[in-house]
């Protein structure tokens, strides 16, 4: 098949994602963090619903003559969840604590350090209508029918806060993804197994299953497949029959044991295979039935770029997520390439100084090098269509997490 540009991939992805959307779940709102919201939602009511205090002092009405002394005789004391208390008259003040509902006619409140005692009942406020008022108003936070939070917004603890002032005790949300992983590499063996010579740990599954861990997904630890065609066959049969994703990694490209683009053929379909980016050229996208595949090559670096550049877009796409802004950083040091593919570069990313984001490029260009993974935090984008970058050129980045 034709060397399939990043740009086209990605598309090609997205656009069969859509397709893909998943159904709608009902969840506790204590469960409903980072999920993503299946539907619009308006406040119900008022938020806050009523006139409250946004001081400890006292409640008055300086719409009425002050007394001439400034002496108000103190009438009573609303507290934080106290009923409606009656109007005010001339004269008269409430002491009165923060969030607590105000008088009607009520229009000012005096911070109880600006008040001075005149008496056991009586208190000396300075009364001024310019003055800040210190009420909150019964619609601050949101008008009745306001809308709040729009479908595809991830429900971080500022959105469950919000949910949780509507009175709501569940909530909507597109249910997860299920994802199966399957590990092939007849020189992998297990974490805490004897290393023989020639073979190596199995880093792949673990990597990955933190990766979707990251997007509240969780998956089964899977034992590596040998590279055996009928094997690998019949695991990925099952794994399409019980999931919406199934990722693969290793034998996706053109050896003699690389087995994936063959039976995903056989299986389903292939939409593409081999990408022009690196790291990951070999990456396989297709389906069986209603499941994506993805078959990612078996380099350690070239599963990361994978899943961050591709999956991780069709992971958010199928619950419906709005699709994020892109990132930017500039460059700490100018770069080349040699090539013309799109090269997802390792680098550290933060805030200098001078509050200027910057990239700083690891060293390590081999895909093989997963050391390079925990000494950086993101991967830099450099375009297909460019060699050569200077220092402090803004380059767009993909987050690790």
Known sequence: MPLTTFRQALQQVIEVASGCVLPAEHIALESAGDRILAEDLCAPFAVPGFRHSAMDGYAIDNSAAAPEDASYRIVGQILAGDPPFRALQVGEAVAIATGAMLPDNASQVIPRESAGAAGDDRVVLAANPAAPSHIRGAEDDYRAGELALRAGNRLGFAALGVLASFGMSSVRVVRRPRVAVLVTGSELVPAGAPRQPGRIHDSNGASLRGLLRGEGIEVMPTAALADDIDTIRRQLAAACAGSDVVISTGGASAGVADFMPRLLAELGEVVFWKVAMRPGMPVLFGRVGRCLVFGLPGNPVAVVAGFLSLVRPVLRRMQGAAPPATEWARLAEATAKNHD?????????????????????????????????LESNALVVLDAERRQWQADELVAVLRYG
């Open 341 to 373: 593919r799109l090269e997802f570069r390792r680098a550290h990313v933060h805030v200098d100084e001078h509050g200027v984001q910057r990239a700083c490029l690891h060293p390590a260009l081999s895909s093989g090098v997963l050391r390079s993974v």
